[in-house]
C-alpha cells in the first residue's frame, strides 16, 4: 500500500501571505495525485488532479506541483476563506487509493 | 447539474446493520466508478468501498472486508453500501463520491452520519 505522509499538521499563515503544503508518497505516483479542500462540517471538495490541474471553479491563488514522490500545494495569497483541513490522495493503484492524513490551514 | 444525496445513516447498536444509499443525479452511475469514503469524528478519510463502473468489480478496504457490500441499482440510478457486524468503530460520516476522469474524486455527497453505539 502507498502511504501518503503530509506536512505540517497544521500552518497558521496571516492573510495575503502565502501558504506552502507538502505531500509525499512511499513509492513514486508519477502525477497521480489529487488535492481536496475540507471545510468545518462540509464534504471534501477537489481542488486538483494530475497534481497541478485545477478542478472546475478553483481560484487562480491555487496551485499544484510535483511528480514522482514529492508534491506541493500553494496557495500565493491566502484569504479567510481558505481556512480548512487540505487532503492529498494518490490515484496510482486502482482502486487503493489512500489519503494523507491532512494538514490543517489556520488564518493567523 | 451532478448531485450525489446520501441516506440510511443513524444510530445502531453494535452488531447490528444498516444500509446507506447514495442517490445520483446528472449522470449515470454504469458510466463512472464510484466511491464510499468514511471520516471518524475528528478524523481524516478513509476509502471504505469501490464499484468500478463498466465492469461491476468492487473493492473492499481490509477494516470492512466480509462485513460491508457495496452495489448499485442502474434503473434507479444509485449507490448503496450494506453495513452489517457493525464495530463501534465504523462510526463516523460517510460519503459517497464520484471517480473523476482523469483522475480524483470529483463530486461528493453532503455525507450521512453513522454512529455505532450501545
Known amino acids: 500500500e502507498i502511504v501518503m505522509t503530509q506536512s505540517p499538521a497544521t500552518l497558521s499563515v496571516s492573510p495575503g501571505e502565502r501558504a506552502t503544503l507538502s505531500c509525499r508518497a512511499s513509492?513514486?505516483?508519477?502525477?497521480?495525485l489529487a488535492w481536496y479542500q475540507q471545510k468545518v462540517g462540509q464534504a471534501p471538495r477537489l481542488l486538483f488532479y494530475?497534481?497541478?490541474t485545477r478542478a472546475t471553479g478553483i481560484p487562480a491563488r491555487f496551485s499544484g506541483s510535483g511528480s514522482g514522490t514529492e508534491f506541493t500545494l500553494t496557495i500565493s495569497s491566502l484569504q479567510s476563506e481558505d481556512s480548512g483541513v487540505y487532503y492529498c490522495?494518490?490515484?496510482?493503484?486502482?482502486?487503493?487509493?489512500?489519503f494523507g492524513q491532512g494538514t490543517k490551514l489556520e488564518m493567523k | 447539474e451532478v448531485q450525489l444525496v446520501e441516506s440510511g445513516g443513524g444510530l445502531e447498536q453494535p452488531g447490528g446493520s444498516l444500509r446507506l444509499s447514495c442517490a445520483a443525479s446528472?449522470?449515470?452511475?454504469?458510466?463512472?466508478?464510484m466511491t464510499w469514503v468514511r471520516q471518524a469524528p475528528g478524523k481524516g478519510l478513509e476509502l471504505v468501498s469501490s464499484f468500478t463502473g463498466g465492469v461491476s468489480s468492487t473493492y473492499y478496504a481490509d477494516s470492512v472486508k466480509g462485513r460491508f457490500t457495496i452495489s448499485r441499482d442502474t434503473s434507479r440510478n444509485t449507490l448503496y453500501l450494506q453495513m452489517s457486524s457493525l464495530r463501534v468503530e465504523d462510526t463516523g460520516v460517510y460519503y459517497c463520491a464520484r471517480v473523476g476522469d482523469p483522475g480524483g474524486f470529483d463530486y461528493w455527497g453532503q455525507g450521512t452520519l453513522v454512529t455505532v453505539s450501545s
Open positions: 490522495q494518490h490515484y496510482n493503484t486502482w482502486p487503493r487509493y489512500t
Open positions: 494530475g497534481a497541478s
Open positions: 446528472g449522470f449515470t452511475l454504469r458510466s463512472y466508478a
Open positions: 513509492q513514486s505516483i508519477s502525477i497521480n
